[in-house]
């Protein structure tokens, strides 16, 4: 064939923009969300991504913090709903659905468990599973035009992500809690600060300062110091729950999403 008048090969796809932006400074990794589009949800594939950055965090212990936050337009706006409706319709049986729940319960779990001080830096909006994320980070930050809901009771869903319900309870106070997931009302970062779900409320072009005024003095910090201080806090924070039904989290979403309708 005449390579003059062949057609012309179709363009590569581009690559997937990878699902975290990873950067360490010192003793800090910062890790960034990275959506696609305007997709700033969280999917299996930045569950993995999570995971295997908290794994490697066991070979690394001198990082001492780690800074979780979004190039997204908002930090998080929930778990990827249109993932779970796929996974539902390639296995009815709910167990591809299980999976990804579980994923969400190992990022949880290693984000309590894992050496590093974690600091959830929040802008936009903060939703769902973007709430559970951040809640599970020791100090969590937040610029003064956040806003944050939990809207599964709205939808139709029993909140079930990662665990979350007791750590938000521990951490905010159940009767708040109740009210939230309960009327699904949205609330501003003053709010969150009251209730304690923020420790710090910045306007968003001092944020980065707000979290550096943190990083500085933990980065100077006994790492067995704040290892044993984590652990002994994890502790005392699992022994005030009466019940924790995480681990039946994913068993729960995917019967309710598989369940006749």
């Keep these: ?50 995971i295997a950055v908290l794994d490697d965090l066991h070979d690394q212990p ?37 999976r990804i729940a579980d994923k969400a319960h ?18 936009g909006k903060v939703i769902g599973a973007g709430l559970a994320l951040a809640a599970y980070c020791d100090l969590r930050a937040g610029a003064d035009t956040c806003r944050f809901r939990m809207p599964e009771v709205g939808i139709g869903l029993a909140p079930a992500w990662g665990g979350a319900m007791g750590r938000l309870v521990t951490e905010v106070g ?3 809690i109740r009210e939230l997931m309960l009327t699904c009302d949205e609330f501003d970062a003053h709010t969150a600060h009251r209730y304690g779900l923020l420790h710090k409320v910045a306007p968003l072009d ?37 019940t924790d039904s995480a681990l039946l989290d994913s068993h729960l979403l995917a019967a309710q999403l598989t369940r006749p309708r």
């Design 106 to 123: 190992r990022v949880c779990q290693a984000l309590e468990n894992t050496h590093a001080v974690t600091i959830a830096r929040l802008h």
């Design 206 to 242: 001092g944020l980065d300062d707000t979290v550096t005024a943190w990083t500085r003095p933990l980065a100077r910090r006994s790492p067995q110091a704040l290892l044993l201080t984590k652990r002994m806090l994890t502790g005392f924070s699992k022994a005030a729950r009466t």
């Design 62 to 98: 001198d990082i001492r913090v780690l800074v979780l936050s979004s190039l997204g337009d908002d930090f998080c706006l929930g778990a990827d709903r249109r993932e779970y409706q796929d996974a539902v319709a390639d296995d009815p049986t709910g167990a591809a659905l299980r």
């Design 1 to 50: 064939m005449n390579p003059l008048t062949s057609p012309a090969a179709a363009p590569a796809p581009a690559p997937a923009p990878a699902p975290l932006d990873l950067t360490r400074i010192g003793p800090v990794l910062h890790v960034r969300l990275n959506p696609s589009g305007q997709d700033d949800v969280l999917g299996a594939a930045v569950l993995d991504a999570l």
């Design 174 to 176: 159940a009767a708040r």
